[in-house]
């Protein structure tokens, strides 16, 4: 898969996600004063899953111009990289491509939950 990781995205997660070999845009080697609407932007023209810790997001694509692919991460524990990388990871293997990319997804401890946009 194609991911964009916003600028609150543990490096681990971006380098396992690179390992099993998938596209991360990493946008703290880029522009650490992007707004998240330029991050929907490149998701958008990119057709790219954004990673991200930022509740704003989810606000955002209530607006059907900014309905693309997001994984929220809303773990109560924020800072442990191990614990968030297993638990995205987790949650990309099991689970189908298909929902990711049409969905709004977070993540929490007990569960993760897709949102999935109209068609």
Do not use: C, G, W
């Not at 916003?6 to 990493?26: A, K």
């Amino acid at each position: 898969m194609r991911f964009i990781a916003d600028v609150n995205i543990p490096q681990l997660l971006i380098t396992r996600l690179i390992d099993l070999d998938h596209n991360v845009l990493d946008i703290k080697k880029h522009n650490l004063e992007i707004s998240d609407i330029e991050i929907i932007k490149i998701a958008k023209k990119e057709s790219r899953v954004i990673l991200t810790r930022d509740k704003d997001y989810i606000i955002l694509v209530q607006f059907p111009r900014y309905q693309v692919p997001i994984i929220a991460i809303r773990l109560i524990n924020q800072t442990d990289t191990q614990y968030i990388t297993s638990k995205v990871l987790e949650f990309i293997k099991n689970n189908k491509e298909s929902i990711i990319l049409n969905s709004l997804t977070v993540i929490r401890e007990n569960a993760a939950t897709s949102y999935q946009y109209p068609l």
